[in-house]
């Protein structure tokens, strides 16, 4: 079992990965070689979701123990029964749990035998709000006879199970910590380290990462199979947030364990985790790797999330700007999606990644063509929403490249298509922030006719950040239009409404703006103290004030200040070294 993420030696998280892609898991042909390896590997199996193996195994298990190993024996019938209630045999699970009330009452146990009678197979499924009442029975009278802890124990877990998924996590965990003790008392390992499991998680829903954590280093104390250890590993990567190595150590330890194990869907799920912490530290050279792992875990398994795996590994390459790379690897998914006939929106992603790769990659033309398509695709599926942001990635390259009447259309298009979303609120003001700005750049004023909407809608959902920043474009699209006075008035009303969301960095920037309209209109005299307030504030970058040094320098050489604009230049200078 791996040592805690604390004191293990962490090796290269490179060379770990690559060991987890050459690895591809449990060998078949590998028999355990005692009753208790049995059972292990029959958990594993049925935690990989093959249930023919997983009963195959229990019963070689049973051939290989006697009542000796009762534990080992009592754990066997436990997931035989659950296996025949998966599969729809309950004539087959009840001659299992007849088996196992007979062990009990051939080793002593007879108020667990008693129990099991009373109960029938319910504790060995997940128990549903049907099942509470007959539970809550039988908890009452547990109590009452002073039954041995262990059999309490098998019930309040039963019932916590129930309460759980009602969202009462309070009376659930309650349930599971006397339920720990009590088997805890009794010796009973095996399901001491099952209810170990469920508290952890318990606690973690109910947003307890710290108690979680603890719960699940109890049960990681404990002997364990691959699966159920991974399965904590995996919590605990979760409960440590974006805490950055702990988090990934423990992610990573779930990842190889899950796959050793065989247990596919949770190796894709430890190695997404352990993608995005990767990514979240700068780490994209680990992160793809981290991707890559989880894909092929998805092929090794043939899970269905195998394609969007693909889409979130060709992301990360972007990100990480191996954009032939990534190329490959969406060129590759969009023929998959193709031969599967994968749904519109899905086909419309890949084509919106791809298109950034050409884009990057400086191959306008092909970027352009998988946006087109992208749009259809989107439109087809009826997401607008993202129809409408296509529009915009291939006005603003249109843009970019001078092709401003063709950016234009794009920007009316992605408008259009924005008004049709009606569960994304954010399309529209988006599209008709660009559109605004385009138009306004273009001398055309209908453009602040699209700003002012953009800015009612951002100021109606309450997108305060946005409001200031819409609010910011239309004071530049003013200045634009050749109306200094009014571009002044608006960039000073974005810098309060930037100020009023947290932002000091954009206020400042609004106020700049300000303080050059004012120097190019002709008021050097009100520009040289709108620059001196830029230059006061504490949060100034320094881009921001070697900017603000040269504007007010401009401005006072206007004034024939030419001392104090020398002065202003070499702050300018120092800020732009970093020594002032």
Known sequence: MPESAATRPRGLIADRLRAVLENAGPDPARFPASARDCLDRAYEAAYAENHANARALAEAGLARSSDADLDVRLGLYSVLIALAQLAGDQRQALEYLQARIALLRRNGLAAEAAAGERLGIVLFR???????????????????????????SDVQLAIAVVRSHRGEAKRAIALLEEAVAGYERAGRIDSLSGALMYLANTYLQADQPERATAAADRMLALPGNRATTASMWLLKANAAGDEGAAGLEEALTALELYAAAGVRKGAISAAVVLARLCAGMGDYEDSVLAWQAAVAQAERGEVQ????????????????EEYELAGEVLSKLLQRLEQTKAPHPQVARALMSMGHAHRHAG?????????????AEFSRGGEFGEAARGLLAAGTLLSREDREKDALVCFEAAVAAARKAEDDDAALPQALHALGHALCEAGDPEGLTALDEAIRLAREYGAHWYEADYSDTR???LWALEDGTGAISAALHAADLYSAADD???????ELFAAHVLAEIGRADDAVPMFKLVLQEPDAGRTLRVAAYL???????????????????????AAADGTD
């Open 126 to 152: 997940e128990a549903g709000d049907d099942d509470l009442p007959l539970l809550e029975a039988e908890l009452a009278r547990l109590l009452e006879t002073h039954s041995p802890a262990s059999v309490t």
């Open 305 to 320: 999330e195998e394609l969007t795996l693909r889409l979130a590994l060709g992301n990360q390459l972007l990100e990480a």
């Open 363 to 375: 191959r306008t033309p092909e970027a352009l063509d998988c946006w087109r398509r992208a749009v």
């Open 475 to 477: 004071a530049r699209g």
């Open 504 to 510: 000091a960095a954009s206020a400042g920037n609004s």
């Open 551 to 573: 504007g007010l320098a401009s401005a006072l050489d206007d004034l024939d200040r030419t001392v104090e604009a020398d002065i202003a230049r070499r702050a300018a200078d």
